[in-house]
């Protein structure tokens, strides 16, 4: 993806950051998703007062793009109220590497607007996906 695409999509990430519905943890999470038909999804995350039904801001991210008719993402930054550069969590590295193109990047930004690129293989190692299901016995 060119420098100018990064731009644009740590750009979306901020701006979805900045919707989050979190009045429980008040942490701010913000995804965009770069997908294959050229578009860009965003997700924050939405909190439930049943604390179990809140939804990660990745996984609306992936999830919009999804129910669009999308089925391969290039890219997706992420951005979190932490110091660090953000992490998303294993139950968001498991739906992502679900419909992770083979260049898929992941953009780890800092809120200082600093990024960390990483591949697929580096956010989820061994990961379960459609070839495990095909491998039993
Ligand atoms: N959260 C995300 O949106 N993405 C992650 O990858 C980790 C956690 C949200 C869920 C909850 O609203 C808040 O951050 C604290 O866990």
Do not use: W
Not at 95 to 107: H, K, P, R, T
């Amino acid at each position: 993806m060119t420098e100018k695409q990064q731009e644009i999509l740590k750009n979306a990430a901020f701006n979805a950051q900045a919707l989050a519905y979190v009045p429980y943890s008040k942490f701010r999470v913000g995804a965009a998703v770069l997908a294959d038909d050229g578009q860009i999804y965003t997700g924050c995350n939405i909190e439930n007062s049943s604390y179990g039904a809140t939804v990660c801001a990745e996984q609306v991210a992936v999830l919009k793009a999804v129910s669009t008719g999308v089925r391969k993402i290039h890219a997706l930054a992420v951005v979190t109220d932490a110091a660090e550069f953000a992490r998303p969590c294993g139950i968001c590295r498991q739906v992502i590497s679900e419909f992770a193109a083979d260049d898929f990047l992941l953009l780890a930004l800092r809120p200082d607007g600093e990024v960390l690129l990483q591949s697929m293989v580096d956010l989820l190692p061994g990961a379960f996906g459609a070839d495990s299901l095909n491998s039993r016995t």
